[in-house]
């Protein structure tokens, strides 16, 4: 394991749950090879001279990587633009207390249903405010896993 990796499972891996403790190390160490040449890469060569070249490192593609996520979250976010119309939007965030956070740790499944139901929650609310208007109201949702 690189050396900010040991340091990484030095300071967090206690906090981790003992069956997931092999999936975050490997996530953490792709991470830490993003875009090193050592791991793989491509060679572009100038078609003039053939003197002039570029090492270029393979990127590790995943969403947890603070570079190549942050592609995958862009993409995500074009592809909503791409979607929605052109009106206000309302951001709203909703937080699981930190009492209940771990029966959705464990139960993974359940964020579905959360989702959906706080989704139901602000539709009625929106519709019971609205009832004259008739408004209608969509709604994207994300989840994070991650964080505080």
């Not at 394991?1 to 403790?21: Q, W």
């Not at 270029?56 to 862009?74: A, E, L, P, T």
């Amino acid at each position: 394991m690189l050396t900010t990796g040991k340091n990484f499972c030095k300071i967090n891996l206690h906090k981790i749950p003992k069956d997931m403790v092999e999936s975050v190390i490997d996530s953490v160490e792709i991470m830490l090879r993003c875009g090193d040449p050592r791991y793989g890469f491509l060679k572009y060569m100038c078609p003039e001279c053939g003197k002039h070249q570029k090492i270029v490192g393979f990127s590790c593609k995943s969403r947890f990587c603070n570079q190549c996520g942050k592609i995958y979250i862009d993409n995500w976010v074009n592809k909503q633009v791409e979607k929605i119309i052109d009106v206000g939007h309302r951001h709203t965030v909703f937080s699981i207390p930190k009492e209940i956070r771990g029966k959705f740790y464990w139960h993974r499944e359940m964020l579905k249903e959360l989702s959906d139901g706080v989704a139901e929650v602000i539709q009625y609310w929106y519709r019971s405010k609205s009832k004259k208007m008739g408004y209608e109201v969509g709604i994207i949702t994300t989840i994070h896993t991650f964080g505080t």
